[in-house]
Every structure is written in structure tokens, then in C-alpha cells.
């Protein structure tokens, strides 16, 4: 089974409550080996995933799956099946997996006390060692910090089977995949190489498909014109061969329109006309016929003022209770009202704990204030959804047109029961831009978003007026947007005391 591969035949699929199909037409063959699937939030990449893997059936064609099939949702709320089993394993593969990912024995009694990242960590681990002929992941990274980033990426790298990747973690496409696949509905189109070379073959070639539109635009302009002219022609001719106003006893005049009739020479204008018709009408097709992709314009702009307060924070040092007798120790910490700080540490050192503690004891007032946590679990997926849907119309209008320059489909997004995590998080940073935010507080910002996506926050950030507290592991997204850096890190001494340092 190992070098069977994975086959999509005339594959369709849409969702119920969609009028316009999500694939159509799909033919893929994809073998041994890793490959990556991109594409824009909302594309339909966890839906073909689990097509792949059998968790949706396509409404028409087929997908031959090669043996067992395993996947691994974005979304850690519930431990995986069968934890309880790699927690117990007495094989080499688990207990290697367990070693290598930092598995503890009591994580299933606690889940709801692990960070996002050591869940992440569990849920592949899980994955790994059932050993599935096809193995489809959906945002591995999201969560992890670099050491653990770096331990997940050797454990997948040695996995053998037919791998399929969906990750905005560029340098992670590049170290796993032999070729990606780009989703754009209703179609998916796959390319050799990991992410930088497949994206900059794609890049060459909406380059060459756009010269052959313009080609293909131009020369429909020309031919517009020349159908104009020969238009005019042929009704001036028209015009001359009419009898109308001339007068009954005037027979030389008509002698003359008959011979000219009869002769054909005034005809030759209409002849010359219907051709370049011809060739006007094919020249539409052709051009219809290229399809150019959309660049979504990049940037937003933040209205939001910045605080009239000298600080928007200000917290009295202190410690923080994290759990397993684990401590935070932090100094007196102010946030400014022109601050960019980047908050960064490893996973299960309190920098979501923290954050929710700051932002309870704010120099602003609650609707001047931000904040996209790491996760939004359906519940409150929907209460966001139905909470735009309800917005007046020029509200609605505004936020959907920040939605439309983080590169989401606003229509789609609207349609859709229950948006995919990185949709759900551009939808409510486009609800409080609305709301002239003095800080904007956001942990891991990048998870789930698409390759396109972290490019337009990164632009829209640098251009917001307030305050800035971003946390997450993606330092090239901290060094781009943050001037100052609160770093964890453990006390001397070791154990779970970890203290907070500006740098």
C-alpha cells in the first residue's frame, strides 16, 4: 500500500446550504511523500483534506484512498482518540514519539490545563504512531513554539507514506514537501517543489497569463475600433443607396443608385463590416477565454485613534499562578499608547495567562479595546458570525471590505455556517476596527491564516495608529511589526518558575 497513491477522479463537491460548487471537475493523482496544500482562508483546504481521507463523500466522481487514512483538525478543544493508547504504548514507535514530542502520562487528565501547543503536540503524536497509509494535517505548527516547531517538523519528516500538508509555515513547506497543491475554487492545480519554488512558479505564470490577456485586450480594442469605423461606412453606404427624398422626376439620380445596386460596389462596406464582426466577436471569446487570477489589494486602514492617555497599560509587578505549581514572576509592565511589543516564550510559560490578566486592568474602556485570542471555539464562531450578519449595512459594509483586503471572499464568509478559524479571526478584527481600538491585543496571529493573509495583516498592522501587543513564535511576523520584546524564559534554578524580562 505504501506506493499506492491517492487519486481524485472528476471529483465535485459543495456544500448544502452553497449555491456555487466549492470543487469541480477535480483530477488529481498524488503519491509517497509530502505535499503541501495552499490556498486562501475559505478556499476549501480542510474540505479537501477530509474528502481525502473519506470524512465527506463527493457528490459526484470518485477518490481512491490507499489503505488507512488519518486526519488532524486545526482545533485542539478534545484530546484525540486514542491518547489513552500512545500514553500507555510499550512499543518502540510510541515511546520514541512520546520522548521526542515531550509527552506526559497525565495529559489526558488534564487537557483542558494544556497549552494549545502541547496539545498540538499530542494530536500529531497520535497521528504518527497509528503508522496510516495517508496521513492529512491541517496547521501542525499553529501553537508551537520554536524548539517544539523544530521537534514536530523531524517527527513528520519521518513519516512515510502520502502526506498531505496544509500550513502557513513557509519554511515547513519547504523542509517536507515535494510538490504543493494550489486550491482555487472550483479547481486545484499542483506544482513541483516545496512552497518557494512552486509559489514562484506560479508567480511566472500569472505573469505570462496576464501579457496574453493584455495581448488579447488590446487586440479587441483595436478591432472595436476598426468595427466602429467600417460601421459608419456601411451606413453611409446604406445611405447613399437609398432612394428616400429623392425626387420622382429626378431619373438620372436613381439610374445611378440602380447601377451602383446591380454593380455590388456599394455592398463591399456591409461585406467588410460582417468580417471584422467575425473576428471582434472570436477575439471576446479568446479574452474571456484567459483567466487571470485577483490580486487582492494589500493593506487595510485602521481608523482607530490612538489613546489620549500617555499609557493604555499599566500593571503593577507581580506573580501569576499557572498551574502544577508553576509560577510567573513579571515587573512592572506599561504599555504606551504608540507601543509595538512583541511578547514571546515557550509553550506552557503563561503568555496567554498574562494576557488575559492584563487585559482586565486597562487604561481604556472595554470598546476601545481588541483583543483576538488564540482560539474561538465554535460557539463562539457562531455568536461572531450571527453578530455580523446583524451589524446595520454600513457597518456591515466596512467590515466586509477589511475582510475583502485580508483575502477573504465577504460573501462567502457571510454564507457559510461555520467559518474556518482564520475567516472567524479576520471577521472579528474587522468588527472592532469599527470600534476605534487604542490597543490591539492579539495572541499567535498568525495561526490559521493562509500565506496571502499574514502578508495583508503584516500590512495593515504597520500602518495602525494604537497600541500593538502581539504574541507569537513567528519572529519574521514580530521583527516586521514590534520595536520592544517581553520575553519568559525560565528562572535559574529550573522547575516551573518562569520570569518575564523587557529586551
Same mark, same amino acid.
Given at each position: 500500500m505504501r506506493h499506492a497513491s491517492l487519486v481524485l477522479h472528476d471529483v465535485s463537491f459543495t456544500y448544502e446550504t452553497k449555491t456555487v460548487a466549492l470543487f469541480e471537475g477535480l483530477q488529481l493523482g498524488i503519491g509517497w511523500g509530502w505535499t503541501g496544500v495552499i490556498g486562501a482562508n475559505g478556499a476549501g483546504k480542510t474540505t479537501l483534506l477530509r474528502l481525502c481521507v473519506g470524512e465527506l463523500e463527493p457528490?459526484?466522481?470518485?477518490?481512491?484512498?490507499?489503505?488507512?487514512?488519518?486526519?488532524?483538525?486545526?482545533?485542539?478543544?478534545?484530546?484525540?482518540?486514542? *491518547?489513552?493508547?500512545?500514553?500507555?504504548?510499550? !512499543? +518502540?514507535? @510510541?515511546?520514541? %514519539? #512520546?520522548?521526542?514530542?515531550?509527552?506526559?502520562?497525565?495529559?489526558?487528565?488534564?487537557?483542558?490545563?494544556?497549552?494549545?501547543?502541547?496539545?498540538?503536540?499530542?494530536?500529531?503524536g497520535v497521528a504518527l504512531w497509528q503508522q496510516p497509509d495517508l496521513l492529512a494535517v491541517d496547521e501542525p505548527t499553529n501553537h508551537l513554539d520554536r524548539e517544539a516547531r523544530e521537534v514536530l517538523s523531524e517527527a513528520l519528516a519521518a513519516y512515510r507514506g502520502i502526506g498531505l500538508l496544509v500550513s502557513?509555515?513557509?519554511?515547513?513547506?519547504?523542509? *517536507?514537501?515535494?510538490?504543493?497543491?494550489?486550491? !482555487? +475554487?472550483? @479547481?486545484?492545480? %499542483? #506544482?513541483?517543489?516545496?512552497?518557494?519554488?512552486?509559489?514562484?512558479?506560479?508567480?511566472?505564470?500569472?505573469?505570462?497569463?496576464?501579457r496574453r490577456h493584455d495581448r488579447a485586450s488590446s487586440n479587441r480594442r483595436k478591432l472595436?475600433?476598426?468595427?466602429?469605423?467600417?460601421?459608419?461606412?456601411?451606413?453611409?453606404?446604406?445611405?447613399?443607396?437609398s432612394k428616400r427624398g429623392i425626387a420622382d422626376r429626378d431619373h438620372d439620380a436613381k439610374s445611378k443608385i440602380d447601377a451602383a445596386r446591380v454593380s455590388g460596389k456599394d455592398a463591399t462596406a456591409g461585406r467588410l463590416l460582417r468580417q471584422i464582426d467575425g473576428r471582434l466577436r472570436q477575439? #471576446?471569446?479568446?479574452?474571456?477565454?484567459?483567466?487571470?487570477?485577483?490580486?487582492?489589494?494589500?493593506?487595510?486602514?485602521?481608523?482607530?485613534a490612538r489613546s489620549p492617555r500617555k499609557s493604555v497599560v499599566h500593571l503593577p509587578g507581580g506573580a501569576l499562578a499557572l498551574g502544577e505549581g508553576g509560577w510567573l514572576r513579571y515587573g512592572d509592565l506599561v504599555v504606551h499608547a504608540d507601543d509595538r511589543i512583541?511578547?514571546?516564550?515557550?509553550?506552557?510559560?503563561?503568555?496567554?495567562?498574562?494576557?488575559?490578566?492584563l487585559i482586565t486592568r486597562l487604561n481604556v474602556a472595554p470598546e476601545h479595546l481588541t483583543y483576538i485570542p488564540q482560539e474561538i471555539d465554535?460557539?463562539?464562531?457562531?455568536?461572531?458570525?450571527?453578530?455580523?450578519?446583524?451589524l446595520p449595512s454600513d457597518m456591515l459594509g466596512h467590515a466586509m471590505m477589511v475582510v475583502s483586503r485580508l483575502n477573504s471572499r465577504p460573501e462567502q464568509l457571510l454564507d457559510s455556517q461555520e467559518p474556518s478559524p482564520g475567516e472567524v479571526r479576520k471577521l472579528l478584527l474587522a468588527m472592532k476596527i469599527a470600534q476605534e481600538p487604542h490597543l490591539i491585543v492579539m495572541d499567535e496571529p498568525t495561526n490559521h491564516l493562509d500565506l496571502p493573509s499574514i502578508e495583508c495583516?503584516?500590512?495593515?498592522?504597520?500602518?495602525?495608529?494604537?497600541?500593538?501587543?502581539?504574541?507569537s513564535h513567528d519572529r519574521r511576523f514580530l521583527d516586521c511589526l514590534t520595536r520592544k520584546h517581553w520575553d519568559i524564559s525560565a528562572e535559574d534554578g529550573g522547575g516551573r518558575e518562569f520570569r518575564l524580562q523587557e529586551r
Open positions: 457528490l459526484q466522481g470518485r477518490i481512491t484512498i490507499p489503505g488507512t487514512a488519518v486526519y488532524c483538525p486545526q482545533r485542539t478543544d478534545d484530546p484525540p482518540p486514542r *491518547l489513552t493508547d500512545l500514553l500507555t504504548a510499550t !512499543d +518502540p514507535a @510510541g515511546c520514541r %514519539l #512520546r520522548g521526542r514530542l515531550g509527552l506526559a502520562p497525565d495529559w489526558l487528565d488534564r487537557w483542558k490545563t494544556l497549552s494549545h501547543g502541547e496539545r498540538k503536540r499530542a494530536q500529531i502557513h509555515d513557509r519554511e515547513l513547506l519547504d523542509q *517536507l514537501c515535494q510538490h504543493c497543491l494550489f486550491v !482555487d +475554487p472550483p @479547481g486545484a492545480t %499542483l #506544482r513541483p517543489g516545496g512552497y518557494t519554488q512552486a509559489f514562484a512558479s506560479r508567480q511566472q505564470e500569472d505573469v505570462a497569463v496576464r472595436e475600433r476598426e468595427a466602429a469605423r467600417r460601421r459608419a461606412a456601411a451606413q453611409h453606404a446604406d445611405r447613399r443607396r477575439a #471576446r471569446r479568446e479574452q474571456a477565454e484567459i483567466k487571470v487570477r485577483k490580486v487582492h489589494e494589500l493593506g487595510i486602514w485602521l481608523p482607530g512583541g511578547l514571546t516564550g515557550p509553550n506552557g510559560t503563561g503568555k496567554s495567562t498574562l494576557i488575559r490578566h465554535t460557539s463562539r464562531t457562531k455568536e461572531i458570525l450571527a453578530a455580523a450578519r446583524a495583516l503584516e500590512s495593515a498592522l504597520a500602518d495602525c495608529p494604537c497600541a500593538l501587543l502581539l504574541v
